[in-house]
């Protein structure tokens, strides 16, 4: 079917008796109402079995949302639910012969007459444009506005009306099975009910506003796509004893991939802006399909190229990620420029913290402050000069990260592993040296927490104050016992000047070993 480039008739009609036509279409409408992560994952699913498939869904429900964003009571009560029931088969018509990327380029026009407007232009690589018949169109209702996009306003085109024409379908690398068609309008009359919101000039807005889903969505695509290749590939070692080490960077990719877009698809169900966040999914993930779709060709050899074998369809079908929905090239210019423009906006690093508890989110502010103002200067000088490193660790106890994982009982704040882990993250933006000491006090404090004896909890004010520096040790301790003491061995290859207390596993059994500095080396 997919060498043949024959539109699934079949599968599509089992998508919608799933309702997957009106997933993202509030139930008050009929549809499933699903969030965009749910999506997500349905979106995932269907393209590690067939991608082409996921772009009949997506291409509806871009224009579905448009409506259900934008359009007025009339239009979302009249055709939400045709949506959702498959009736109405939705459509993108953006992209002209000389507008692609520039979509501000386009130059199909709508005139107004009467009760209509009248639409004349080519419309080019319309997914779902043979098979589909209502479609959001972008056209340009005022030559002479300027910027140029504030003169264009979005239409819902239904064929069935003359004037509309499929000039040809365009025959592609991959992604094939879905129909991509050039449309001719030519005096289209378009009735001005049909006009998205009933006012013009806000077309290139309500168009951009559903990127961020469109976004999530294609990175979900190439995860699905990724997942696939990757499973084909390790079916496909011949000798399972000795994997090929490249599986590893594949699995990597794959999960990074799937992190990146779930956080994103997270963002936008919480409605918080994800612009960037959902460009950085698209960005990595389509990339990481296309490197994971190589990637298993190498690894199942001269089997991968095939016609009668999968891989060489996910090679195929990466490029279209990479391509739409905004080029990648375009991507990192646009990441890029919110990166600078934003920095500092964001409560941490790159990672969102709005869903955050407040006095979390304050907390994580606090320490970042702290970090960019007072450590970030000195970070160079602390890395060779363990002493003042020490000093500087201390005074992050005033802000209580020092007693972050220590219950309030003995003197620290209880915060949860979670929020500890955002603060080092913090901490490690302006110094790995001062994150490192930190994360080791924060290490010691846990196990120490976790001791029910209460010689080993008396340390823990004075570390939660940070008036003694604690570190967790990776090595086991050999404890061996003697008369009325305890000799101990092992490598200390944590310590730090400033270190009062080492906090390590015994070696043979399941008990702590405290270790106060003046006896390091004693024995
Ligand atoms: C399979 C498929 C399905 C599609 N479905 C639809 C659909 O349903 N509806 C629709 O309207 N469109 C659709 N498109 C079109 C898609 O949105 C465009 O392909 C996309 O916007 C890129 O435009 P272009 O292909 O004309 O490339 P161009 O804009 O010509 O770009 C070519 C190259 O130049 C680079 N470039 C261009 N401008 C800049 C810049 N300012 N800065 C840096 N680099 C730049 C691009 O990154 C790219 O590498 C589809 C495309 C494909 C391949």
Redesign the pocket.
């Known amino acids: 079917m997919e060498h043949a480039d024959a539109y699934p008739h079949g599968l599509v009609g089992r998508m919608r008796e799933l309702g997957l036509f009106g997933a993202l279409v509030p139930a008050a409408y009929g549809g499933l109402g699903l969030d965009v992560s749910t999506y997500a994952r349905v979106v995932e699913e269907i393209c590690r079995g067939f991608m082409s498939l996921a772009?009949v869904v997506n291409?509806h429900t871009m224009a579905a949302l448009i409506v259900l964003h934008h359009g007025t009571d009339a239009q979302k009560q009249r055709l939400l639910p045709r949506f959702a029931r498959g009736e109405a088969r939705g459509?993108?018509?953006?992209?002209e012969p000389h507008?692609?990327?520039?979509?501000q380029a386009i130059r199909t026009v709508a005139r107004r007459e009467g009760d209509d407007y009248v639409i004349t232009g080519t419309?080019?690589?319309?997914?779902?444009?043979r098979e589909g018949n209502t479609f959001a169109l972008l056209a340009v209702t005022d030559p002479g506005a300027r910027p140029r996009h504030r003169g264009m306003s979005c239409f819902v085109v239904e064929k069935g009306v003359a004037g509309l024409s499929v000039v040809k379908s365009i025959g592609?690398l991959g992604?094939k099975g879905v129909d991509?068609a050039e449309l001719l309008f030519e005096d289209f009359h378009c009735p001005a009910a049909n006009l998205v919101g009933g006012v013009e000039g806000r077309g290139f807005a309500q168009i951009m506003s559903g990127l961020e889903t469109g976004r999530i969505n294609i990175a979900a695509r190439a995860v699905g796509v990724a997942q696939a290749a990757y499973d084909d590939a390790r079916a496909a070692v011949a000798d399972p004893a000795i994997p090929p080490p490249a599986l590893a960077d594949m699995a990597a990719g794959v999960g990074a991939a799937r992190l990146l877009t779930y956080w994103a698809a997270g963002m936008k169900d919480r409605r918080e802006r994800c612009d960037l966040e959902a460009g950085m999914a698209k960005l990595y993930a389509s990339e990481v399909a296309h490197a994971v779709a190589a990637t298993a060709l190498r690894v199942a050899g001269r089997r991968g190229l095939r016609t009668t074998e999968r891989l060489e369809r996910y090679y195929r079908d990466t490029?279209?990620m990479i391509?739409?929905?905004?080029?990648?090239?375009?991507q990192r210019?646009i990441i890029a420029r919110n990166l600078v423009d934003r920095y500092g906006e964001r409560l941490g690093a790159l990672t969102s913290r709005e869903a955050e508890m407040d006095a979390t989110r304050e907390m994580v502010l606090a320490v970042r402050l702290f970090a960019d103002k007072e450590i970030a200067p000195l970070a160079s000088e602390l890395d060779g000069d363990p002493e003042r490193l020490a000093a500087t660790v201390k005074t992050l106890g005033d802000l209580g990260v020092l007693g972050a994982l220590t219950p309030p009982d003995a003197g620290g704040l209880g915060l949860e592993l979670r929020t500890a882990a955002l603060l080092v993250e913090e901490l490690a933006r302006a110094s790995g040296a001062v994150a490192a000491v930190v994360a080791g006090h924060l290490a010691a404090t846990a196990a120490l927490t976790a001791q029910t004896r209460s010689a080993p909890r008396r340390w823990l004010p004075l570390l939660a104050r940070g008036e003694r520096l604690a570190t967790f040790l990776d090595e086991p301790i050999a404890l061996l016992a003697e008369a009325d003491a305890h000799r101990l061995s092992g490598r200390v290859t944590a310590t730090t000047a400033g270190i009062d207390l080492f906090v390590a596993a015994e070696r043979a059994g399941d008990r702590g070993v405290l270790i106060e500095r003046a006896t390091v080396g004693s024995g």
């Open positions: 772009g291409s459509g993108l018509c953006l992209t507008a692609g990327s520039d979509v419309k080019m690589f319309v997914t779902n444009g592609k992604y991509t490029p279209l391509i739409g929905e905004g080029t990648n090239e375009i210019t």
